[in-house]
T-cell receptor, first 110, second 120 residues
Framework: QSVLTQPPSASGTPGQGVTISCSGGSSNIAVNTVNWYQQFPGTAPKLRIHNNDRRPSGVPDRFSGSKSGTSASLAISGLQSEDEADYYC???????????FGSGTKVTVL | EVQLVESGGGLVRPGGSLRLSCAAS????????MTWVRQTPGEGLEWVASISWGSTFIYYVDSVRGRFSISRDDAKNSLFLQMNNLRAEDTAVYYC?????????????WGQGTLITVSS
């Protein structure tokens, strides 16, 4: 059971937008930054958003992140088939003294 | 190009031991904190352990504390995970990842992972 809660799935047609939520608590998201990772089957996760809303070099601006209180979100606009993957949020937890990951959201491009 | 390459995975019986390695290249290894993250087949990601620069700070998830030991050899650009008293629930793909710090930091590069199967 993950400390951070994400919906198991999200979907959209090409060109549409999709938003993934990540719900945490007072010891993680509320006080620490949130990062988002994309993972394709059989491959390692890749960083997509760091420090709540920063895009690493090379990540399309279709990806955006936000945080408010104990929740964070990853939005993908102009959905493309190559965006079909699993997405995980993550943050440091001050109570557990460790990183916590979300349960993961599978994004499907219909 | 930054590379992290894990090795040491395999099949081990419950109660057995295994030592994972992560070889780093194309960056100044000693300047980075390193972390092990695991993923049970078909499931989500779970943080396992992190080690700071100079091995000053070390953190473990509760489920492995006392059984696993993370270490690093900066001279050899390598990260290790000594896994003892392995259990079936430790079966997973183990990834190493780097970050500039521990806490409010992110993993910008990950290895491709090595599979550990704990089974009799």
């Amino acid at each position: 059971q993950s400390v951070l809660t994400q919906p198991p799935s999200a979907s959209g047609t090409p060109g549409q937008g999709v938003t993934i939520s990540c719900s945490g608590g007072s010891s993680n998201i509320a006080v620490n930054t949130v990062n988002w990772y994309q993972q394709f089957p059989g491959t390692a996760p890749k960083l997509r958003i760091h420090n709540n809303d920063r895009r690493p070099s090379g990540v399309p601006d279709r990806f955006s992140g936000s945080k408010s209180g104990t929740s964070a979100s990853l939005a993908i606009s102009g959905l493309q088939s190559e965006d079909e993957a699993d997405y995980y949020c993550a943050a440091w937890d001050n109570s557990l003294n460790g990183y916590v990951f979300g349960s993961g959201t599978k994004v499907t491009v219909l | 190009e930054v590379q992290l390459v894990e090795s040491g995975g395999g099949l081990v019986r419950p109660g057995g031991s295994l030592r994972l390695s992560c070889a780093a290249s194309a960056f100044t290894f000693s300047n980075y904190c390193m972390t092990w993250v695991r993923q049970t087949p078909g499931e989500g990601l779970e943080w396992v352990a992190s080690i700071s620069w100079g091995s000053t700070f070390i953190y473990y998830v509760d489920s492995v504390r006392g059984r696993f030991s993370i270490s690093r050899d900066d001279a050899k650009n390598s990260l290790f995970l000594q896994m003892n008293n392995l259990r079936a629930e430790d079966t997973a793909v183990y990834y190493c990842a780097r970050s500039l710090g521990i806490g409010n930091h992110y993993f910008d590069y990950w290895g491709q992972g090595t599979l550990i199967t704990v089974s009799s």
